[in-house]
């Protein structure tokens, strides 16, 4: 039997609404009271964030993953207080990252890039932290984007 792949989005480290989820695997006889207890505890670690989770179900079995996107992953380099994400929707987050830490986000997203060098992918975490609102090394995103367009700063080979 083919296993059916079902993604969806919730809140790290909080019960799913099990009247939701039951529309969702209901229907391949899995309880969606026991799916959002899984879902909570495999999104403990991203406490306050929406983030989303790819549930692969066979044989009557569950198996939750988290798959977070890149501003997840910025997130999570800057260790926010969790609370302070539930309380305002849509804010433009305050906070400097490490350009180490920007490639490292963008190698754990290189899987899911389009580009086709490390170097694409950066600048796409780069995008990302344009929008959230940080800046890298204490530059702009959009400088530090420059400065590797112009070959002053080296993204390191995969």
């Not at 991203?46 to 569950?62: D, E, P, S, Y």
């Not at 290189?110 to 600048?123: F, P, Q, Y």
């Amino acid at each position: 039997m083919q296993p059916k792949i079902i993604y969806l989005r919730c809140v790290g480290g909080e019960l799913a609404s099990a009247h939701i989820l039951a529309k969702k695997v209901g229907a391949h006889g899995l309880s969606p009271v026991k799916i959002a207890q899984d879902l909570a505890r495999a999104t403990a670690d991203w406490k306050g964030q929406t983030v989303t989770c790819k549930l692969t179900i066979q044989n009557q079995v569950a198996k939750v993953e988290v798959v977070p996107s890149a501003s997840n992953l910025l997130l999570k380099e800057l260790k926010l207080n969790p609370s302070d994400l539930k309380k305002v929707k849509n804010v433009r987050q305050k906070g400097n990252l490490t350009f180490e830490q920007i490639v490292d986000v963008a190698r754990q997203m290189r899987s899911r890039s389009m580009a086709k060098k490390l170097e694409g992918t950066v600048k796409e975490i780069l995008g990302t932290a344009q929008h959230i609102g940080f800046t890298v090394n204490g530059q702009t995103p959009h400088s530090i984007c420059e400065s590797i367009n112009n070959g002053e700063l080296k993204v390191p080979d995969e």
